[in-house]
């Protein structure tokens, strides 16, 4: 296999290591795997705790920083993180605020967030939780019950990170998660597979000449297979998907999230046929974010996700944050 790593065994701990030196503004703890910002806990702050398997880079690990994550949990390869894990990360953050962990609705990582909630009250740290739902391709899949966290998550932790970074209470950061998670919708296109360091090949067959409607971000089957659409069918069909479920009654926030394999040069052309169907559909665009943030390792493909904003949440977006995959505003 043509991949630049050592051995599949060492592909995160090499990663953390690499990240550790690249961003000396966070604190990496290699071998307990956890990654937080430098000046955790931050008195009478709101920590926001997130994680998942790896693979999905920059999420989460390169959302760490003020104005959004206080730390991640990276797993294994599409692996959750153990309950331990996430215990130490929301300790280390803790500042006597509340904790708030950010769950995309895998089954491992919901057991896993919920043991970890339990046993870090019993250590009297105070954690609420917020489960992140927005994928609408299909409504249960290999990996879930329920719709699938994709895109949204990014919306869910730069926006609740900035209501913490000022000094909101810990109900109220929860409050706006929910509401942020609530208007947040997305679809996602496979136009290749997958593959895992440890396999070494595709993880699904695709055949040339098709794509995959609906593909979830560990390659989960969509909702069916076509022969290969154009930049404007692909938009067209992906839009009008999101808008169904949405229904937008005021301006929304746009993620083009490249999947770890699509150039930018087609991202940004990808963008031009997302921002022409919202305005033949007259959904007002406030902000728009286009590159790779919620990937599938390196399969090439994009995926859709609109929140719809108000004033509040609008301004929250806008807030500075500055972490290794998001700044602005610092």
């Known amino acids: 296999m043509r991949m630049l790593i050592n051995v599949p ?9 690499g990240m550790a030196a690249a961003h000396p503004e966070l604190n990496v703890d290699v071998e307990r795997r956890i990654v937080v910002r430098r000046d955790a806990p931050v008195a009478g702050q709101v920590a926001l705790v997130s994680g998942g398997g790896s693979g999905h880079e920059p999420l989460h690990g390169g ?28 300790a280390a953050v803790d500042s006597g605020a509340g904790v708030l962990f950010v769950v995309k609705n895998y089954t491992g990582d919901v057991l896993n967030f919920e043991m970890a909630a339990e046993l870090a009250e019993d250590e009297g740290i105070q954690v609420a939780r917020v489960l992140v739902d927005d994928d609408v391709a299909v409504t249960d899949s290999l990996y879930t019950a329920g719709r699938r966290g994709t895109g949204a998550t990014l919306f869910v932790e730069k926006i609740a990170g900035a209501a913490a970074e000022e000094g909101a209470p810990l109900e109220r950061v929860e409050s706006i998660a929910r509401r942020v998670n609530g208007r947040s919708r997305s679809f996602g296109v496979a136009l290749s597979a997958c593959t895992t360091p440890a396999k070494g090949s595709p993880t699904f067959d695709l055949p040339a000449g098709e794509l995959e409607l609906g593909v979830g971000i560990h390659g989960e089957p969509g909702r069916e297979r076509r022969p290969m659409m154009t930049s404007r069918e692909i938009a067209d069909y992906t839009v009008d998907v999101v808008l169904d479920e949405l229904r937008p009654a005021g301006p929304v926030i746009a993620l083009v999230n490249g999947m770890g394999g699509t150039p930018l040069l087609e991202l940004y052309g990808f963008n031009a046929e997302v921002q022409r169907v919202l305005g033949e559909r007259r959904v007002p665009v406030a902000r728009t974010l286009v590159g790779n943030y919620v990937t599938s390792l390196d399969m090439a493909g994009c995926s859709v996700t609109l929140c719809e904003v108000d004033e509040e949440t609008l301004r929250l977006w806008d807030a500075p944050v500055g972490t290794p995959a998001l700044r602005w505003g610092r």
């Not at 065994?9 to 290591?17: I, N, Q, S, W």
């Not at 959302?63 to 929301?90: H, K, N, W, Y």
Request: aromatic share 6%; with cysteine.
């Open 9 to 17: 065994e060492t592909v995160v701990a090499d990663a953390l290591r």
């Open 63 to 90: 959302f760490v920083g003020p104005g959004m994550l206080t730390a991640a949990c990276p797993g294994e390869v599409f692996t959750s993180p153990v309950p331990d894990q996430i215990v130490r990360a929301a």
